[in-house]
């Protein structure tokens, strides 16, 4: 077995009456591409948020490494090397975009005070490494300047600091433009050639095949299937496994639950 | 990655497209060339209040040569300013993490008085400052556990919180105040405010005050977080900050800078009122937009509110030294407040 970074076992979250994880196991490998995908309200952003450590589930096993975690929030998540790019991208829009990648992880010197110089340094040269050039924009800007793939990038920068063995994407190409999903792209190659992890969530079945080694299924709650790119052999396959998920032909029925 | 912003869907969002536009690469551009520039545009919020300062003593200056080149005038603001910037620049930190904190005036009223119960029992004056500071962090706590773990709104639990403090002096009290004839002659006096050519020591002790708290918002970690907690809370617990715990922390802040304010309150006359501290809340409150920190949160300026502490306190003493009567102070503060307000909201873009 490769080492294992993160494994989730029989995770439940209910808010009140209703499910909105039934029970998910899920594991991410050292230096793989996972592809999690399915309809909306299948629980992909709560599973993300539960790995993030912003939602807590209501049962189930978190292993870090192999081993159980206890009391799993946002900053041992982070701590345990798990950045998490959020759909939403997490900004605080009125700070500047060292402001944005150090928050909750600051650079400081004595006393708590914060090594501006250094951070400064270290903000432009995330901004470089992930193609983000742009002259028009320093480390002072203010994020609430910058256009939506500009944003996305500032949220990325803050994710590949401190090189983190795995990092969360939360539909990272929503909204942007093509040459900015490229550019989304682009980074996932760099990552998965750097040997980091990545779990890739996504609405588009082809982007996802096509960045993704394994994919991962999720439906109302549950994973439906767990299948590699190998044994799937076409995007249409997914999307047409999909579509017998989402509206289950009587004949398949049987075969879509086994 | 365009820049023209007619095909970003972000900056089409319901913002004012065109200046924004323009504003966005004109800043853009020139974001990291010169110093100057860029220590201009960090510091736009606190020139503006700058700007209305000046423009303030300008006026005054000109309605009255005579009274306003004058260092007396100036010296009896600066004797009172000390205790209003002492909660004001607290204030600032607690309105950037998106609360807002109305309890300080019975905190600086409570804080005077065990301040002047431990002098008056005969202890040292020094003693009596961390009986005070003591009692203001604890309230200060006391207060932000009520909004960020009772989850109360903080406009009315402090507001709460203001009255039954107070409640408390007046009921124990029953309105007599406490008279301290010796306190001129302690060190403490000597140390926190007396005057040396004609300014008052506590002058000094509050350019340290205001030059730290700068620091600590601006340059280090604990204002980061009080700046991102109040620009998106949902962000800052994404990234691992302990939100909670950082809203607790500005208000065990502004009990600790009321503390201040209310010993040295008591030092400017030797004597504590019951109603030490009341007059604050509206102009100290004024002073905080009046320096520039935004209402919605998120961003401020430390050193622009002891500015707006300075031009809202010259108010009352501008107006009688103008020749007009007591009756125009409130017209002016209201006047000084909107147009402050008006000249902001047109410094500084809100961006979401």
Not at chain 1, 140 to 165: C, K, M, W
Not at chain 2, 70 to 94: C, D, H, K, M, T
């Given at each position: 077995?490769t080492?294992r970074?993160i494994?989730?076992?029989d995770?439940?979250?209910?808010?009140?009456?209703?499910?909105?994880?039934g029970g998910?196991?899920?594991?991410?490998?050292?230096g793989?591409?996972?592809?999690?995908?399915?309809?909306?309200?299948?629980?992909?952003?709560t599973?993300?948020?539960?790995?993030?450590?912003?939602?807590?589930?209501t049962?189930?096993?978190i292993?870090?490494?192999?081993?159980p975690?206890?009391?799993?929030?946002?900053?041992?998540?982070?701590?345990?090397?798990?950045?998490?790019?959020?759909?939403d991208?997490?900004?605080?829009?009125?700070q500047?975009?060292?402001?944005?990648?150090?928050?909750?992880?600051e650079i400081t010197?004595?006393?708590g005070?914060?090594?501006?110089?250094?951070?400064?340094?270290?903000?432009?040269r995330?901004?470089?490494?992930?193609?983000?050039?742009?002259?028009?924009?320093?480390p002072?800007?203010?994020?609430?300047?910058?256009?939506?793939?500009?944003?996305?990038?500032?949220?990325?920068?803050r994710?590949?600091?401190?090189?983190?063995?795995?990092?969360?994407?939360d539909?990272?190409?929503?909204?942007?433009?093509?040459t900015?999903?490229?550019?989304v792209?682009?980074?996932?190659?760099?990552?998965?050639?750097?040997g980091?992890?990545?779990l890739?969530i996504?609405?588009?079945?082809?982007?996802?095949?096509?960045?993704s080694?394994r994919?991962?299924?999720?439906?109302?709650g549950?994973v439906?299937?767990?299948?590699?790119?190998?044994?799937?052999?076409?995007?249409?396959?997914?999307?047409?496994?999909?579509?017998?998920?989402?509206?289950?032909?009587p004949?398949?029925e049987?075969?879509?639950?086994? | 990655?365009?820049?023209?912003?007619?095909?970003?869907p972000?900056?089409?969002?319901p913002?004012?497209?065109?200046?924004?536009?323009?504003?966005?690469?004109?800043?853009?551009?020139?974001?990291?060339?010169s110093?100057?520039?860029?220590?201009l545009r960090a510091?736009r919020?606190?020139?503006?209040?700058?700007?209305?300062?000046?423009l303030?003593?300008?006026i005054?200056l000109i309605?009255?040569?005579?009274?306003?080149?004058?260092?007396?005038?100036?010296?009896?603001?600066l004797?009172?300013?000390?205790?209003?910037?002492?909660?004001?620049?607290?204030l600032?930190?607690?309105v950037?993490?998106g609360?807002i904190d109305?309890?300080f005036?019975a905190t600086?009223g409570m804080?005077?008085?065990?301040?002047?119960?431990?002098?008056q029992?005969?202890?040292?004056?020094?003693?009596?400052?961390?009986?005070a500071?003591?009692?203001?962090?604890?309230?200060?706590f006391?207060?932000?556990?009520?909004?960020?773990?009772?989850n109360?709104s903080s406009?009315i639990?402090?507001?709460g919180?203001?009255f039954?403090?107070?409640?408390?002096i007046?009921?124990?009290?029953?309105?007599?105040?406490?008279?301290?004839?010796?306190?001129p002659?302690s060190?403490?006096?000597?140390?926190f405010?007396d005057?040396?050519?004609?300014?008052?020591?506590?002058?000094?002790?509050?350019v340290?005050f205001v030059a730290?708290?700068?620091?600590?918002?601006?340059r280090?970690?604990?204002?980061l977080?009080?700046?991102?907690?109040g620009?998106?809370?949902?962000?800052?617990?994404?990234?691992?900050?302990?939100?909670?715990?950082?809203?607790?922390?500005?208000?065990?802040f502004?009990?600790f800078?009321?503390?201040?304010a209310?010993?040295f309150?008591?030092?400017?006359?030797?004597?504590?009122?019951?109603?030490?501290?009341?007059?604050?809340?509206?102009p100290?409150?004024a002073?905080?937009f009046v320096?520039?920190?935004?209402?919605?949160?998120?961003?401020?300026?430390?050193?622009?509110?002891?500015?707006?502490?300075?031009?809202?306190s010259?108010?009352?003493?501008?107006?009688?030294?103008?020749?007009?009567?007591?009756?125009?102070?409130?017209f002016?503060?209201?006047?000084?407040?909107?147009l402050?307000?008006?000249?902001h909201r047109?410094?500084?873009?809100?961006?979401?």
């Amino acid at each position: 077995m490769t080492d294992r970074i993160i494994e989730l076992r029989d995770i439940r979250k209910s808010y009140g009456q209703v499910y909105a994880l039934g029970g998910v196991d899920l594991h991410v490998d050292q230096g793989e591409v996972v592809g999690l995908v399915g309809d909306n309200g299948a629980g992909k952003s709560t599973l993300i948020k539960i790995l993030a450590g912003a939602v807590r589930p209501t049962s189930g096993e978190i292993l870090v490494r192999g081993r159980p975690v206890h009391g799993w929030d946002a900053a041992q998540s982070r701590a345990a090397g798990i950045e998490t790019v959020f759909q939403d991208r997490a900004l605080a829009v009125q700070q500047s975009i060292t402001w944005n990648i150090f928050m909750g992880r600051e650079i400081t010197g004595p006393f708590g005070f914060l090594r501006a110089g250094k951070q400064r340094e270290e903000a432009s040269r995330l901004m470089r490494e992930i193609g983000f050039t742009s002259k028009v924009f320093g480390p002072d800007s203010i994020v609430g300047q910058l256009s939506g793939g500009e944003r996305q990038g500032v949220a990325i920068a803050r994710a590949i600091y401190n090189r983190s063995d795995l990092i969360i994407l939360d539909e990272p190409t929503t909204a942007l433009s093509l040459t900015e999903t490229a550019k989304v792209f682009h980074f996932v190659e760099q990552a998965r050639a750097a040997g980091r992890s990545i779990l890739f969530i996504g609405h588009n079945i082809h982007h996802v095949y096509d960045i993704s080694d394994r994919f991962v299924v999720l439906d109302r709650g549950r994973v439906a299937s767990q299948i590699t790119k190998a044994e799937l052999g076409s995007a249409d396959a997914l999307v047409r496994f999909m579509e017998e998920l989402a509206h289950p032909s009587p004949k398949t029925e049987k075969a879509g639950k086994a | 990655m365009s820049l023209n912003p007619t095909d970003d869907p972000v900056s089409q969002a319901p913002q004012k497209l065109d200046a924004n536009a323009v504003r966005r690469v004109a800043e853009g551009r020139h974001a990291d060339q010169s110093p100057l520039r860029r220590f201009l545009r960090a510091n736009r919020p606190a020139l503006g209040a700058l700007a209305v300062a000046v423009l303030m003593l300008l006026i005054f200056l000109i309605g009255d040569p005579t009274v306003f080149t004058s260092w007396n005038v100036y010296r009896a603001v600066l004797i009172g300013l000390p205790v209003v910037i002492f909660v004001v620049v607290p204030l600032v930190f607690v309105v950037t993490v998106g609360e807002i904190d109305l309890s300080f005036p019975a905190t600086i009223g409570m804080t005077g008085w065990v301040f002047a119960l431990i002098v008056q029992a005969g202890f040292d004056p020094f003693l009596g400052l961390l009986g005070a500071m003591v009692t203001g962090v604890g309230l200060g706590f006391c207060v932000g556990w009520l909004v960020v773990y009772a989850n109360l709104s903080s406009l009315i639990a402090t507001l709460g919180m203001n009255f039954m403090l107070r409640g408390l002096i007046q009921i124990r009290t029953e309105g007599k105040s406490i008279a301290l004839p010796n306190l001129p002659d302690s060190l403490a006096y000597r140390i926190f405010a007396d005057q040396y050519l004609g300014i008052p020591v506590s002058v000094f002790w509050i350019v340290i005050f205001v030059a730290v708290c700068s620091l600590i918002y601006n340059r280090h970690r604990f204002g980061l977080r009080v700046h991102v907690v109040g620009d998106n809370p949902d962000a800052a617990q994404q990234m691992g900050i302990n939100v909670r715990r950082v809203r607790l922390l500005t208000f065990a802040f502004v009990g600790f800078g009321a503390s201040l304010a209310g010993v040295f309150a008591v030092f400017i006359n030797y004597t504590w009122w019951p109603t030490s501290g009341e007059s604050y809340l509206l102009p100290g409150l004024a002073s905080v937009f009046v320096g520039g920190t935004a209402p919605w949160g998120g961003i401020g300026t430390v050193i622009g509110s002891a500015i707006g502490a300075f031009t809202v306190s010259f108010i009352q003493t501008g107006v009688v030294g103008v020749g007009l009567s007591g009756f125009y102070v409130q017209f002016f503060y209201g006047l000084i407040i909107i147009l402050s307000l008006l000249g902001h909201r047109w410094n500084q873009i809100r961006y979401r």
